[in-house]
């Protein structure tokens, strides 16, 4: 009777997991995931930028990992529907992204009505919180990005799903903006050009 009340409420807490998603479209991960494994320490004294930096080892119960993750947004197809992250943020304090082919479009707080471009070589530094949703309408180049996290041992994923934060739908992502944001730089493809 345990086992089944058991199997019973792990159901239902997976379908309440699932149904609060916006699923990534055409996006593949290869995600490595180790304990860190030297004490670190870097300052600068010096009068230029500050900058601190402290990590240190853990025992197995606790401590963090370092998640890296390599994402591969395929190119749109030939609608030129677009591949897409789907609306998430990350259980981290911080992460760094680097975009190392293609270009990726992203959709955030606080203007959904737009998108930002980031070309090859671009760099982003997210975290919990930074809740987006990202996408490749290139049709003729995938999108790949590397991601490193910190994450804490305890915590079995780098993402978490967010419902759409245009629509609040909890399963659905609505379309993407067709206009880019007054910050973003000038992009080959992507909302209102011609090779969508």
């Given at each position: 009777m345990h086992i089944r009340a058991?199997?019973?409420?792990?159901?239902f807490a997976l379908s309440v997991l699932l149904g609060?998603?916006?699923?990534?479209?055409g996006v593949t991960s290869e995600p490595f995931r180790s304990p860190i494994l030297a004490n670190v320490f870097a300052t600068q004294w010096a009068p230029?930028?500050?900058?601190?930096?402290?990590?240190q080892t853990s025992n197995e119960g606790w401590g963090y990992d370092l998640a890296q993750i390599v994402n591969?947004?395929?190119?749109a197809n030939s609608a030129g529907v677009?591949?897409?992250?789907?609306?998430?943020?990350?259980?981290?304090?911080?992460?760094?992204v680097q975009i190392?082919?293609?270009?990726?479009?992203v959709q955030e707080k606080p203007d959904l009505t737009c998108l930002t471009y980031y070309p090859t070589g671009s760099i982003l530094i997210e975290g919990q919180g930074h809740i987006h949703?990202?996408?490749?309408?290139?049709?003729k180049t995938a999108t790949i990005l590397r991601a490193t996290w910190f994450i804490e041992r305890y915590i079995p994923t780098t993402r978490t799903d967010q419902p759409d934060q245009v629509t609040n739908d909890p399963i659905v992502a609505s379309p993407p903006p067709?206009?880019?944001?007054?910050?973003?730089?000038?992009?080959?493809?992507?909302?209102?050009a011609s090779g969508r």
């Open positions: 058991f199997s019973l409420m792990a159901g609060n998603a916006t699923p990534p479209v230029s930028p500050l900058f601190s930096l402290i990590l591969t947004f395929a190119p677009p591949s897409q992250s789907g609306w998430h943020d990350h259980p981290s304090p911080i992460g760094f190392t082919q293609g270009g990726l479009w949703n990202a996408f490749n309408f290139d049709q067709t206009v880019p944001c007054p910050n973003s730089v000038i992009a080959p493809v992507g909302p209102g």
